[in-house]
């Protein structure tokens, strides 16, 4: 790692709210990462407001470009998504989609780099089935999915505007999560 080539970690998620409970999820995972030394980017919910993804666009939004070129910068990356009905939220689903325009890199999809996972659910059952759901998608795309991954119930954890929850076990594994990615990718600059 060098200033002209720092180690570089990519946080995308949320939802539409500004400051949604995923969202701060997210933030406590980068900011584990960013204190491993590596720079730190979050591309927020409502930053992830784009187009249907569709290969045969010409065109990409001012938007979609900037997801794109973070994603091919990006050493590591760290997802979060809102589940919804058991699912992944459409705005997180979708900007993972974008990734297909990176088939052509040298370096394809996500390959070879480090990808932590947390989904964020008012309920086990669709906390842990988004979990699930973002693992597949990571394998589909050639990321390596981090040991720990974190299934979020917002039923019982609350985030706050200072960075903490009040269940100090899921801010450990949202750091833990965070410092995963860093590391590795910090492992793999060597």
């Given at each position: 790692?060098?200033?002209?080539?720092?180690?570089?970690?990519?946080?995308?998620?949320?939802?539409?709210?500004?400051?949604?409970?995923?969202?701060?999820?997210?933030?406590?995972?980068?900011?584990?990462?960013?204190?491993?030394?590596?720079?730190?980017?979050?591309?927020?919910?409502?930053?992830?407001?784009?187009?249907?993804?569709?290969?045969a666009a010409a065109e990409r939004t001012e938007r979609a470009v900037r997801l794109i070129e973070a994603v091919r910068r990006a050493d590591g990356l760290i997802v979060v998504s809102p589940g919804y009905h058991g699912a992944l939220s459409g705005l997180v689903k979708n900007a993972l989609d974008y990734v297909?325009?990176?088939?052509?890199?040298?370096?394809?999809?996500?390959?070879?780099?480090?990808?932590?996972?947390?989904?964020?659910?008012?309920?086990?059952?669709?906390?842990?089935?988004?979990?699930?759901?973002?693992?597949?998608?990571?394998?589909?795309?050639?990321?390596?999915?981090?040991?720990?991954?974190?299934?979020?119930?917002?039923?019982?954890?609350?985030?706050?505007?200072?960075?903490?929850?009040?269940?100090?076990?899921?801010?450990?594994?949202?750091?833990?999560?965070?410092?995963?990615?860093?590391?590795?990718?910090?492992?793999?600059?060597?």
């Open positions: 790692m060098t200033a002209a080539n720092p180690v570089r970690v990519l946080g995308i998620g949320g939802s539409l709210r500004e400051g949604s409970q995923s969202e701060r999820a997210l933030r406590i995972a980068l900011d584990a990462a960013a204190e491993r030394g590596v720079v730190t980017e979050l591309i927020p919910g409502p930053e992830l407001v784009l187009p249907f993804y569709d290969t297909e325009d990176l088939r052509e890199d040298t370096r394809p999809y996500l390959d070879g780099r480090a990808v932590g996972l947390a989904a964020v659910a008012y309920g086990w059952q669709a906390a842990v089935t988004t979990l699930e759901q973002l693992r597949t998608i990571t394998h589909a795309l050639r990321g390596w999915a981090t040991p720990l991954g974190g299934s979020v119930n917002s039923a019982e954890t609350k985030f706050d505007e200072g960075g903490g929850a009040s269940d100090e076990k899921t801010v450990r594994t949202l750091r833990l999560i965070g410092a995963q990615v860093a590391d590795q990718a910090l492992l793999r600059s060597r």
